[in-house]
């Protein structure tokens, strides 16, 4: 089932075709996956659409529901939580770890690529925000000399991608405030500051992004309910 256009199987082309629509949130929480019409669009039978989703399905980006088929997974408010707590945590560590190990360069690299994220506020894309954010936070933690806890970190940017491609999707005036914490926590790195400092300023500014995320969510809800049509029960 290989495609002569672009040497990708259906069924690859299907997974990217999908995965992308969802990093760019086109496809949201809760959008429903409609075989066919993804086949038509395609210009391919329904059966390496299926796989495609299937594999969606595995990486916890998609999910069945009884009478309602392939939609794209709903948030899970606790799971984000416990994962953007121990994300903050340990690369918290990573960072305070890595700090003695990064040299001039390493911190105008990720100066740099700082100002790459500034540039992005004023015509704002959270994908692309978020893909040039993991590249500023892997230059402070990749130097970290425990293979353990570097482990763990990686893991947690995985968990978090499975999770929501994006929170800056759902809050972006956070982002601002995001590219103002990376100065203070390069700033405090170039000055030689205590580790503890360093570990918690890393902590407090994923748990920011997260705390975000949260009260956007429940204000969301909150509306939500507000607006909803009055039951017979409660008139």
Known sequence: MTDTLTGLSKSQRAYEWIRERIQRHEFGPG???????????????????????????????????????????????TEY?????TLGVVEGVATSL???????????????????LRRLLDDFDPHRFTVINQEFHAVLFEPCPNPHILDLVHRGWTRMAGLRDSSFAFVPGRAH???????????????????????????????????????????????????????????
Do not use: C
């Open 98 to 116: 890595s700090a003695p190990l990064l040299d001039a360069a390493d911190l105008d690299r990720a100066s740099a690529i700082n100002e790459r």
């Open 31 to 77: 959008y429903r996956l409609v075989l066919g019409s993804i086949a038509a669009a395609l210009d391919m039978s329904v059966v390496p659409v299926r796989e495609a989703v299937r594999r969606l399905e595995a990486e916890g980006i998609v999910e069945f529901e009884r009478n309602v088929g392939a939609r794209v997974t709903l948030v899970d408010e």
């Open 81 to 85: 939580l416990h994962s953007m707590q």
């Open 177 to 235: 405030e995001s590219v103002a914490e990376h100065d203070r926590i390069l700033e405090l790195i170039r000055s030689g500051a205590e580790p503890l400092e360093i570990e918690l300023a890393a902590r407090e500014h994923r748990w920011a992004t997260m705390n975000a995320f949260l009260a956007q969510r429940h204000a969301a809800e909150t509306q939500t309910d507000r607006t909803k049509p009055l039951t017979e029960e409660e008139t």
